[in-house]
């Protein structure tokens, strides 16, 4: 089932003092979720997603706007009605119940048509938990489970009752770096397998890129970006956008566009024909530069940091925004760390330019 | 998420504000009924077959019977002495006992802790009897020591200090011995203030035990001039005001209420936190 | 080096501790075996403390006396109609207090009134609203009468209608507590687990059964048995409601029983009371056993 989105806005009362106006924590949101997609909703903590995975799941009602399950409008429904399944992000599994409970929990609420008879409902049971592999763990108390466990059991609570849209909040949080790779991969498995809509709300940009069939960028509960998280990557529409993914992040330089060249400081480093003159923010990614006795950019040599296939040279440069510059090169080339000076070429398509006044995106 | 908050809810909403409005009127009525009768006339109550509630004539008449008929002066003095110096010698003694417990090392601190614990599960119901024997033994009968000496210890508040105590960190007690510190001025100078939140709430419980206490009063007193409020309203109730003075004795309930429920809005608060955290009544 | 700091301190702790352990010797310890001791030494005499000899007399004379039997029913009476009904009655209000906004500290203020008023005191004012005498029938009574029904002296009329205001009394009594500590423990249960609930379109009812109450419960348990307690060693405000003179009221109970043994009119048998009392820590025991027994099945502890 599609979730679309319309001109979604959700404002709060600002709280204590009286005079200040309302807190917009989602502002005029607009996007189409594809049936049967896994989307990664994705922004710095405070921009306003957690807001909009309980505007989606009916626990919180939008200002205005609209939200569709289907064709069906349910923005007057509450969560109750919505038919959706939540995966909390500290899984909020009863502590009191074992963990058959809990999953059947979400059954016993069925009333009328859509009551089940005890052997339905355990029969469910037993296929939501076969499902995220935890049949053997049934009779225990969420106490007594790790981390990862609990998460499973949240997912088959979540997922017994066929929700037609599966919403996660940032599952993976409470997890150990180990575990967290290993159920992010078991999320995507589950999700392929049942075909359900799901949403994932993370501040990790790894996390959303590696599993998401599309990612949502958004801050200030405003939509700076969707697509494919490659397309995102490679295209950013923005300066955040840019900044917010890949790791090492994005090196961010002071430069200028001047008759069909881009300078960064006195060094023209690329030809960028078509485009006006204008000051600009150039942002190179740390896989952009190109070691060259010859090179454009010259940076001043800082250090090298071997990390096996690749080894990482830290440089500076006046026009650069942060404090040193990252670049990641192959480790076959032979770099001499005690050199005063560094110089790169630059890819084309890794250097990206940007408006210095709107911070959106120039293409070349 | 107060959000979708349906409409039928509204009846239930209010049938919810009816309940508790109805048992903040049970809860009040009988003080809004002491400070009624009290400021009655003698006369005028005496004549109401049925009850007024209100009155239009109010008399502070009943306040001076209350001080002048009876001892009720007499009363509040020996309550407040009774209180302070029970609360005072209390908390030094707890303090020096929690201290010992949180801080110092010594033989047998375990065992002794652990008797201290067991204590804690003894009704004092259990212990009247021979204190009541003792401290007539002693001809302590009718005197503030008799009256103070068996409750200025309590295996409770040890505790509860003592848990506070130990939250102080380590390093704090090794820089104090480093620059020379003693023990007795590094729990004055550092752990007291520091856990002045949880002093202070022992002293309020304190305070409102010692202000209601009745049994063992009771028990240890005949003589009116060593009487606390709670024997002494129960002293009006059987012989005070001629029996039959109910406005008197109403100024006199009002005058013994007071200052408790003064305190209690003044530190509110606290006294509600500290109650939660470790207070039956009694 | 810190051993030096420890080397003198074995001593000076003991120094620390003195206060403390000479009063709760004197005042808890001591008079615990001494109480024992009281309640097997036969025909003890108060003037001349002396005694004839050593037996289980005093238990059976306690057991044969109809004022001790009279004070064990009142207080079974007591305890078993005002434990479940001021637990139940303070749950309620808790739920109400939590689902508002308005008001909220106002009222949780006004209910915890009660906790800091002094029982004699304001069980006087409970005596005059509910007494019937020549010159009024009393407040009470006349609201009883507006709805049509007869009118009745509750301190000095028939035993259920004492035994109601006592009742009466000891709920307005111990109600502040318990709502104190339940209103604690509901707004203590995370709202992650209610949101859980209502996605899952759980109803109110349902939540309240399988949420909210497994997780209180152990604060409930709580309070059952510090309320078991607590009744069990109900007096001052049988006092504040019925004067020194219990026996003649019908209205003892055990405790009360006790300290009448002690002192007053009837008092001077230190023996008999012992064995009074330890009766009555002996029954408040095996109940708070049974209770114990009961909440490891029932008690949901996180």
Known sequence: MKVVLQNLTKKFPARGKKNHGDVIAVNNFTFEIPDGKLVGLLGPSGCGKSTMLNLISGLLKPTSGKILFGDDDVTELPAEHRGIGLVFQNYALYPHLTVRQNILFPLQNLKGKDKLSKEAMEKKVVDAAKLVQIEELMDRKPGELSGGQQQRVAIARALVKMPKVLLLDEPLSNLDARLRLQTREEIRRIQKETGITTVFVTHDQEEAMSISDQIVLMKDGVLQQLGRSQEVYDNPANLFVAKFLGTPPINIFSGNVSDGKLYIGKDAVLNTSGVPNMEVYVGIRPEGFLLSENGSLCCAMGGVEVMGRDISIVSMNEASLNFSIRSIISSDSKVDENAAFVHFDLKPNKVLLFDKKTEKRITF | ????????????????????????????????????????????????????????????????????????????????????????????????????????????????????????????????????????????????????????????????????????????????????????????????????????????????????????PRLITDDENYFLVSNGIQEIREKGFGRENIPAMMAAVVVISVPLIILFLVFRKKIMEGVSRGGTKG | MFKKFFKNSNLKSWLYLLPAIIFLGIFMVYPLIDVFVYSFEEGYNSASQTYFGTGTYNYSYILHDPYFLQAVKNTFILVIITVPLSTGIALLISLGLTSIQRFRSLLQTIYFLPYVTNTLAVGLVFMILFKKTAYSDGLINMLLSLFGGDTVDFIEGPYWAKMFVLCFYTVWVVLPFKILILTSALSSVNPVYYNAARVDGTSKFRTFIRITLPMISPMIFYLIITGFIGAFKAYSDVVALFGTDLNAAEMNTIVGYVYDMLYGDSGGYPSYASAAAILLFAIVLTITCINLLVSKKNVHYS
């Open chain 2, 1 to 216: 998420m107060e959000d979708y908050k349906k409409t039928p809810k509204k009846p239930l909403r209010i049938i919810t504000y009816a309940l508790l409005a109805l048992w903040a009127i049970v809860v009040l009525f009988p003080f809004y009924w002491m400070l009624l009768t009290s400021v009655k006339s003698y006369s005028s109550y005496n004549s109401e077959y049925i009850p007024k509630f209100f009155t239009l004539s109010p008399t502070l008449q009943n306040y001076a019977d209350a001080f002048t008929s009876v001892p009720l002066g007499r009363y509040l003095l020996n309550t407040l002495i009774f209180t302070v110096i029970t609360t005072a010698i209390m908390l030094i003694v707890i303090t020096l006992a929690a201290f010992a417990f949180a801080r110092l090392e010594f033989k047998g601190k375990n065992i002794v802790f652990v008797i201290f614990l067991s204590l804690m599960m003894i009704p004092n119901e259990l212990v009247v009897i021979t204190n009541f024997v003792t401290i007539t033994n002693w001809d302590m009968r009718n005197s503030f020591p008799g009256l103070i000496l068996p409750s200025i210890t309590s295996v409770f508040y040890i505790y509860l200090l003592k848990e506070n105590f130990e939250q102080i960190p380590d390093n704090l007690y090794y820089a104090a011995k480093v620059d020379g510190t003693s023990d007795l001025k590094y729990l004055l100078r550092v752990m007291v203030p520091i856990s002045k939140p949880t002093l202070v709430t022992i002293t309020i419980l304190k305070v409102i035990e010692c202000w209601n206490s009745y049994v063992w």
